[in-house]
């Protein structure tokens, strides 16, 4: 039986179009002519008996039915692209696994421990895109999700389950010159000592000092950093203290770039997990040893 779909060539012009909600920048994209991409289109709207368009003085504007479609549209698109991406990738030797993961722990943790996976399982091809928030997988190709979070914040993620992997272990760090050549401070020495923030943990310093008892009225003061990894950059250049995960940080500790600026631990409720939708271990036997090697490097770690 013939399937009803659209031509593929009208279904690229309609998802360009609607991207760029002009006729113009998709014949640039794909290049086509304007006329070109109108046509596909219009053959579209044709073969679906629905306006995707809404023509303006100033070009197409997408009608509500066009905004549902495209989304619709740019989602099998994308999966059909990263299928062909993954037969190219293995070329018939194995199977991919698609990861979404925090930006920081995938390059400072992940990726340097890749080629032990790779040895053992030459079969697996992992890709990695960074993901910071929760999504949900129906709408992604991602098989799982290697993310950061609290118990609270984990459980909240509708129609997955986690498991745990590591504890955050949250240390404040600098270069050594910065404490003069001396040792390790207590806390309240730190207080008076320049901060530098995570925007994305816009309280962390507070929490660590609150924790501690410590009185710092400049917990909130210092520059801001989007990410972990230029928040220890700029610790290595000495602009400041950094809070960080002792295990993203674990090169730059044994090369002395960074020492250990205060002992005293404060428990973390936050922890790293592997998030995926129930029985993914089993419609994909690969995430099973995927998710294997991860439990033996983070058990030994533990």
Known sequence: MRRKIPSFQAL?????????????????????????????????????GVALFRRTRHGVVLTERG????????????????????????????ASIHLA???????????????????????????IETRTRPFMFADTPFDAALYAGSAEQIGNWAGTQAIRLLAEDMVPVCRPALLQDSAALPAQ?????????????????????????VAAPLALSGPRYE??????????????????PRLL?????????LVIACEQAVPSERAYYLVMPPDRTDERPMMKSFLEWLQRNTTERT
Do not use: K, N
């Open 227 to 244: 990410l972990f990894s230029m928040t220890v950059a700029a610790a290595v250049h000495g602009l400041g203290l950094a809070l960080v």
């Open 67 to 94: 905004t549902e479609y495209a989304a619709q549209v740019a989602a099998r698109l994308q999966a059909l692209e990263q299928d062909t991406l993954d037969v190219m990738s293995t070329q018939g030797r194995g």
């Open 12 to 48: 690229a012009c309609f998802d360009a179009a609607a991207r760029h909600e002009s006729y113009t920048r998709a014949s640039q994209e794909l290049a086509l002519t304007q006329s070109a991409v109108s046509r596909q289109v219009t053959a579209l709207e044709d073969f679906l």
């Open 249 to 257: 940080i674990e090169a730059e500790l044994q090369r002395g770039e």
């Open 189 to 213: 020495a730190l207080a008076d000592l320049p901060l530098l923030q995570q925007s994305t943990r816009p309280i962390a310093w507070r929490q660590w000092f609150d924790a501690l008892g």
């Open 101 to 127: 993961a925090v930006p920081t722990f995938a390059t400072r943790w992940l990726i340097p421990r890749l080629p032990e996976l790779a040895a053992l399982h030459p079969e697996i091809t992992v890709h």
